[in-house]
Each structure stands twice: as C-alpha cells, then as structure tokens.
T-cell receptor, first 112, second 109 residues
Framework: IAGITQAPTSQILAAGRRMTLRCTQD?????MYWYRQDLGLGLRLIHY???????GKGEVPDGYSVSRANTDDFPLTLASAVPSQTSVYFC???????????FGQGTRLTVV | RKEVEQDPGPFNVPEGATVAFNCTYS??????FFWYRQDCRKEPKLLMS???SGNEDGRFTAQLNRASQYISLLIRDSKLSDSATYLC??????????FGSGTRLQVQP
C-alpha cells in the first residue's frame, strides 16, 4: 500500500543520546516535512525539503538536522536529545510544496 | 502574531446541529488553504482543500475570504463521528504548510 512510513512508532531516549527518526514515502512526492506536535501548541514545522538534495529550516529547527539524499527518505536527527524534545513527531510529504500533504502515523518520543 | 489562528474550542454540539469554525491567517500572499481533521493521538488527515470560490463536499462547506484573510468550515447535520480536532492549514512564508492549533469539536448524542 502506497504511503508514508515512520519508524520507530515510539521511543524512550536518555538525554544526551543521539537519535534518528526515519521517514520513507513511496508516492514519489517531491516535498517532505517534519513537524512536532505538543499539547496547546499545535503542529510546528521543524525542517522541510522541497526536492531531493535541498532542505530548509522551519519554525523550530534548533537541535534537529535533516538530510534528503533521495526522493523517498527524509530522516530527522537529534544530535544530543534534551527533555524539551519530548513530543510527537510527524513526517509528511506532498507532490509539490503547494499541494496538500499526507502524514505518517507519528513517532512518540520521550526524552528522560 | 501567529501565522494561523483558530479558536481552540471545544465546540460542544448535539447531533444534527450545524457548526462553523473560522480561522485567520496573517500572510496576505498565501495561495493554498486546507482543512485537516485530527483524531486523538492520530495523524492529521486532509478533510478538504479550500478554493477561492468556496467548495462543498457532502455535509462540509469551506469558504475563503481573501480580503479579510480568513477561511471557514461549515459542518451540517453533525454526526458523532465528526468529533475530532479540525486544523486550519495555510501555505506559509517558508513554502511549507503552516498549521493552526486546531479547534476541537465534540458532537453529543
């Protein structure tokens, strides 16, 4: 079934550890995004990529990095996790940067 | 000022009621607008795009007012299954979708 897949679905991580959240889509979408969702704050854009080989910073990029080596994959890395990065992380993709986006099922990350 | 603002609710309505949500956006150059629905602890899912002339999909009607920079969603004949959080989404300044914080709807029997 075509779609967008995130891994892991949940994770408990010790502060200071490095973690990569994986995101893969098979819809050949050009644009991909990472959002975090916190209670009362809604979805906030962390990083985005409008096409393979390019990335850009969103609203809350500090402490996160991304890469877009190919069309399908858009991993999000926390170099040294902190408790304030406890959140639900959603990856999304869209055919172009101005069309509707489709979301993965989310990764629930707890940093302790 | 937030790029996209919504009343968080909750809106508590009886089954069969008509309910409307508004959303305002700050970037006058925005070109794409959407309503998403999010159920508790699940990913957001596209409900409908919003077109300049307004559009309807069954019981749902979306409208755009560019002059006042707001979009609306009208739900007629509310069902219990409509209970969810409705997210207003605008293509923002970074050429990525910017989400409002959402409006929670609870339809009661």
């Amino acid at each position: 079934i075509a779609g967008i897949t995130q891994a892991p679905t949940s994770q408990i991580l010790a502060a200071g550890r490095r973690m990569t959240l994986r995101c893969t889509q098979d819809m050949r979408h050009n644009a991909m995004y990472w959002y975090r969702q916190d209670l009362g704050l809604g979805l906030r854009l962390i990083h985005y990529s409008n096409t393979a080989g390019t990335t850009g910073k969103g609203e809350v990029p500090d402490g996160y990095s991304v890469s877009r080596a190919n069309t399908d994959d858009f991993p999000l890395t926390l170099a040294s996790a902190v408790p304030s990065q406890t959140s639900v992380y959603f990856c999304a993709s869209s055919y172009t940067s101005d069309t509707e986006a489709f979301f993965g099922q989310g990764t629930r990350l707890t940093v302790v | 000022r937030k790029e996209v603002e919504q009343d968080p609710g909750p809106f508590n309505v009886p089954e069969g009621a008509t309910v409307a949500f508004n959303c305002t956006y700050s970037n006058s150059a925005s070109q794409s607008f959407f309503w998403y629905r999010q159920d508790c602890r699940k990913e957001p899912k596209l409900l409908m795009s919003v077109y300049s002339s307004g559009n309807e999909d069954g019981r749902f009607t979306a409208q755009l007012n560019r002059a006042s920079q707001y979009i609306s969603l009208l739900i007629r004949d509310s069902k219990l299954s409509d209970s969810a959080t409705y997210l207003c989404v605008v293509l923002g300044g970074r050429r990525a979708l910017t989400f409002g914080s959402g409006t929670r709807l609870q339809v009661q029997p």
